[in-house]
C-alpha cells in the first residue's frame, strides 16, 4: 500500500507564502509524474502544477507565483507558494503516479490532503 503524506499547509495573510511537501512512501520505487491539486468547497479538483522530469506545467492562475520540485531520489513533491491570494484557499492534494514493481502497472496514487487558507 502507498501512502502520501502530506505537510506544510495552513493560515496566511495574503501576500504570504507556504510550502507544502508530500513524501511517497518507500514501496514505490517508479515514479512517473508528480502533482499538486486543489479543491475549493463546491468545486472539482483542479490541477495546480505538474513535474515531469524537469518540465513542470502550471495553471494559469498560479504562474509566476507557484513553483513545483521534485526530489524522486527522496520520493518527495513541494510546492512553494508566493504571492498569496484569497481565492488560492482550497485543499490541496499532492498525486503521484508511479509503480511498486518494475513489472507493475503504473498506478495513481493521492494523499490526504492539506487545507490552505489565505486571509485577506
Known amino acids: 500500500q502507498v501512502q502520501l503524506v502530506e505537510s506544510g499547509g495552513g493560515l496566511v495573510q495574503a501576500g504570504g507564502s507556504l510550502r507544502l511537501s508530500c513524501a511517497a512512501s518507500r514501496n514505490l520505487i517508479i515514479i512517473r509524474n508528480m502533482a499538486w491539486y486543489r479543491q475549493a468547497p463546491g468545486n472539482q479538483r483542479d490541477l495546480v502544477a505538474r513535474?515531469?522530469?524537469?518540465?513542470?506545467t502550471y495553471a494559469d492562475s498560479v504562474k509566476g507565483r507557484f513553483t513545483i520540485s521534485g526530489d524522486y531520489a527522496k520520493r518527495t513533491v513541494y510546492l512553494q507558494m508566493n504571492s498569496l491570494k484569497p481565492e488560492d484557499t482550497a485543499v490541496y492534494y499532492c498525486?503521484?503516479?508511479?509503480?511498486?514493481?518494475?513489472?507493475?502497472?503504473?498506478?495513481?496514487?493521492w494523499g490526504q490532503g492539506t487545507q490552505v487558507t489565505v486571509s485577506s
Open positions: 498525486n503521484v503516479q508511479g509503480r511498486t514493481a518494475v513489472w507493475d502497472q503504473t498506478n495513481n496514487y
Open positions: 513535474i515531469v522530469g524537469g518540465n513542470t
